[in-house]
């Protein structure tokens, strides 16, 4: 893996892909078409399996950061990774969002096996350093506000000017 290049880390939720929200509507969809009462009462919306159901929900990606994560997919000196706050139990269905939406395979998929999302997202930022020492160029793609600047400090101490952080809105 001495080609590589640029490693590449992009968010799925609101990042990558548009997720549906936790609204009334969505529940109420999913409940039309399953025919069963969305069971889940308050917090907690991204930990339910029912929130990326492809057969509820119409997902789609966020087309300027899919083309431009199928570009790097594409070229063999990135290392691209999809990193997201959602639990191992997500990886089947979040994969096949990506594959049913023309996205190939990231080269490394990490999902959360922590309670904060931040933490999780900064150890493996560290693990990913770590096992591409020669690496200069370190680009993310984020959406969540209050987690940019910890992201942009690591970016910052560990890459300097090789490090760019992508907001999403």
């Known amino acids: ?39 889940h009462k308050g917090n907690g919306w991204w930990s339910k399996d029912e929130t990326l159901d492809c057969d509820v929900f119409d997902i789609k990606l966020n087309p ?40 190939g395979y990231f080269d490394a998929y990490y999902f959360n096996n922590m309670s904060s999302t931040d933490k999780f997202k900064l150890s493996k930022l560290e693990d990913l350093k770590n096992e591409f020492p020669h690496v200069k160029n370190f680009i993310m793609w984020e959406d969540r506000l209050e987690h940019i600047p910890l992201f942009e400090k690591w970016g910052d101490d560990n890459y300097g000017s090789g490090f760019v952080m992508n907001i999403v809105k």
């Open 64 to 103: 300027d950061v899919a083309k431009q994560a199928l570009i790097d997919i594409s070229d063999n000196d990135v290392y691209t990774v999809l990193m997201t706050g959602r639990m191992p139990k997500f990886s089947s269905k979040i994969k096949e969002i990506c594959r049913r939406n023309s996205l």
């Open 1 to 39: 893996m001495i080609h590589i290049k640029t490693i590449v880390v992009y968010d799925f939720d609101k990042t990558l892909c548009i997720s549906p929200e936790n609204t009334l509507e969505n529940r109420q969809l999913w409940e039309k078409v399953t025919g069963i009462e969305w069971k």
